[in-house]
């Protein structure tokens, strides 16, 4: 895991520094909605070299040499488009800027009740003589990854975010259900639906929070793209189904595709490949959706325990696993090495976590449990309308490519399905898709 959040951090300064390149001009304002903003942060700035500083530490002070010339490519597009608006403008001095402030929103709960989320949004602009922000192209939801950690939220730090954008562009980076401004709350982990209104609440709020900072408006042809990868890649498909089972709303906010990268878009599906398996790559997600299911369907689950679920060996260390998530100091790769240091073993299979019970299909507590992973089905029950671009691996060891076949036979020519050349595992997987974004959508 530590791969891919050193590679996204890349990428998410550089396509931070991405959002500079277009010419202003009036445009409409945005969709009108209700106002549900409570709060907007200090706006924060950053020219290419305090990101550069900030991503990659200062030069010569990375020994790695990916992330050392991943700091070179970054400052030389960030060089470039400075060059090119100092060609526009005509002057000499101007510097790229990284705008972004923090804001906190209305939403609702898993118990349909009002709640206060956070999240980060983020645009472009220029120094010279003052700070000038420009008009965005564009608005990117963009949904992030699997985190155990409060210090990796959009809110706290979004530079480690997923913000891949070309042009200058709107970032909405919203927080998910346990972290952030409810970082004391359980995440619903795959419960999609919660994070696709929690998502869409959080675009209203973060584009009323940027027009306060902001002094421009949207470009007349703007379009919302929704995307993400592993769990954002998940919450991107359901924000697309809501979009896409509320057409004034998607007409509204002039939604126009999603792009995502080996999100676990069933379920239930992902659950039972583990259990053909036996095991699988990330054994920390296994308490997560536990807990997300019986937080989100206490109906279907308040008969059963939680330590029903759990195998003996399990129970001796649930309290200290347990004690992580609800800390959320440990990221995901913190969190897994733990659970095998726990469990003495640095491959633990499904049987040294669940409960001959959770694994018994016919055993009343595994149908239920099933019954809430089938909830999150993203593949029945709409209708795509808008197009759907899927990117996969058929080798991922953590989200099986299952998912994205099953995505595509359901909504055939609605979707396109592109592989992972090198056919490589999840984390790699994850990784290729961010560089390909950022190169493609860079040029």
């Known amino acids: 895991?530590?791969?891919?959040?050193?590679?996204?951090?890349?990428?998410?300064?550089?396509?931070?520094?991405?959002?500079?390149?277009?010419?202003?001009?009036?445009g409409p304002d945005t969709p009108e909605e209700k106002n549900n903003l409570v709060e907007?942060?200090?706006?924060?700035?950053?020219?290419?070299d305090e990101m550069a500083d900030k991503v990659f530490g200062p030069e010569g002070s990375n020994a790695d040499e990916t992330m050392a010339e991943a700091r070179e490519q970054f400052l030389k597009l960030a060089r470039e488009k400075e060059a090119a608006l100092q060609e526009e403008y005509g002057t000499n001095g101007l510097a790229l800027m990284y705008i972004s402030c923090d804001f906190k929103y209305f939403s609702t709960?898993?118990?349909?009740?009002?709640?206060?989320?956070?999240?980060?949004?983020?645009?472009?602009?220029?120094?010279?003589?003052?700070?000038?922000?420009?008009?965005?192209?564009?608005?990117?939801?963009l949904e992030h990854y699997t985190i155990t950690s409060n210090d990796e939220c959009p809110s706290v730090d979004g530079s480690t975010d997923c913000c891949l954008v070309t042009g200058d562009n709107l970032l909405?980076?919203?927080?998910?259900?346990?972290?952030?401004?409810?970082?004391?709350?359980?995440?619903?982990?795959?419960?999609?639906?919660?994070?696709?209104?929690?998502?869409?609440d959080a675009l209203k709020a973060a584009v009323e929070a940027w027009k306060?900072?902001?002094?421009?408006?949207?470009?007349?042809?703007?379009?919302?793209?929704?995307?993400?990868?592993?769990?954002?890649?998940?919450?991107?498909?359901?924000?697309?189904?809501?979009?896409?089972?509320?057409?004034?709303?998607?007409?509204?906010?002039?939604?126009?595709?999603?792009y995502c990268c080996c999100g676990a878009y069933d379920p239930a599906l992902t659950m039972n490949t583990y259990y053909e398996w036996g095991k699988t790559a990330y054994i920390g997600a296994i308490p997560m959706t536990i807990k997300s299911m019986i937080a989100s369907y206490p109906e279907i689950l308040s008969g059963f325990k939680e330590e029903e679920f759990y195998s003996e060996k399990y129970l001796k260390i649930k309290d200290d696993v347990d004690a992580i998530l609800a800390g959320k100091k440990h990221n995901t790769e913190q969190l897994n090495n733990k659970m095998k240091e726990l469990l003495g073993t640095q491959n633990p299979l499904l049987s040294d976590i669940l409960s001959a019970?959770?694994?018994?299909?016919?055993?009343?507590?595994?149908?239920?449990?099933?019954?809430?992973?089938?909830?999150n089905n993203l593949t029945v029950g709409?209708?795509?309308?808008?197009?759907?671009?899927?990117y996969a691996s058929k080798s991922d060891d953590i989200v099986p490519c299952a998912n994205s076949e099953a995505v595509k036979n359901a909504f055939?020519?609605?979707?396109?399905?592109?592989?992972?050349?090198?056919?490589?595992?999840?984390?790699?997987?994850?990784?290729?898709?961010?560089?390909s974004v950022a190169i493609t959508w860079f040029t």
């Not at 919203?174 to 994070?195: C, Q």
């Not at 949207?218 to 919450?235: F, R």
């Not at 498909?237 to 057409?247: E, N, Q, S």
């Open 172 to 200: 909405v980076m919203p927080d998910y259900i346990g972290y952030g401004a409810t970082k004391d709350r359980v995440h619903p982990y795959l419960n999609h639906e919660i994070a696709a209104i929690n998502s869409i």
């Open 1 to 26: 895991m530590k791969k891919i959040h050193y590679l996204l951090l890349l990428l998410s300064a550089a396509a931070g520094m991405a959002v500079f390149s277009s010419c202003s001009k009036d």
């Open 412 to 435: 055939g020519d609605k979707v396109t399905l592109k592989w992972d050349f090198w056919d490589r595992k999840h984390v790699a997987t994850c990784t290729t898709w961010y560089l």
């Open 382 to 390: 709409w209708t795509p309308k808008h197009q759907i671009h899927l």
């Open 109 to 141: 709960d898993l118990d349909g009740e009002e709640i206060v989320l956070s999240g980060r949004v983020a645009w472009g602009g220029y120094w010279f003589f003052g700070i000038h922000h420009m008009d965005p192209d564009n608005i990117y939801l």
């Open 212 to 258: 306060r900072n902001g002094s421009g408006t949207l470009e007349d042809d703007w379009k919302l793209y929704v995307l993400g990868a592993s769990q954002g890649a998940s919450n991107a498909l359901a924000v697309h189904k809501y979009f896409d089972t509320h057409d004034d709303l998607a007409k509204e906010w002039r939604f126009d595709y999603s």
């Open 40 to 48: 907007v942060s200090d706006i924060q700035y950053y020219t290419a």
């Open 357 to 375: 019970k959770a694994l018994d299909k016919k055993s009343d507590l595994c149908k239920a449990f099933f019954e809430c992973l089938e909830k």
